[in-house]
């Protein structure tokens, strides 16, 4: 199982960006994968979710509307569309999947969001 994340970067507030994690080893449609960032300072803390099978998401309550997980099966590729950026959304990225009793993390992408 290897997961990579990209697509971050320094925006400014108000910006959008959209990051990927591609998988390999395994299916992203068979399994739950889920977006996590770690702000400056603080503790990891879950962004959003995609389910297997049909994909349903779910999402942190105050990100709600600006932020949207999604996947592309024919790329085995999950991504997370970031818009309308706000500088608390400052942090490092992180692709998780968990898998017959084993949590799987990519490397992380920083994302910064500042004038």
């Known amino acids: 199982v290897q997961l990579v994340e990209s697509g971050g970067g320094l925006v400014q507030p108000g910006g959008s960006l959209r990051l990927s994690c591609a998988a390999s080893?395994?299916?992203?449609?068979?399994?739950?994968m889920r977006w996590y960032r770690q702000p400056p300072g603080k503790e990891r803390e879950l962004v959003a979710i995609i389910n297997s099978g049909p994909g349903i998401t779910d999402y942190r309550d105050s990100l709600k509307g600006r932020f949207t997980i999604s996947r592309d099966n024919a790329k085995n590729t999950v991504y997370l569309q970031m818009n309308d950026l706000k500088p608390e959304d400052t942090g490092m990225y992180y692709c998780?999947?968990?898998?017959?009793?084993?949590?799987?993390w990519g490397q992380g992408t920083q994302v910064t969001v500042s004038l």
């Open positions: 998780n999947t968990f898998q017959y009793g084993s949590d799987y």
């Open positions: 080893g395994f299916t992203v449609s068979s399994y739950a």
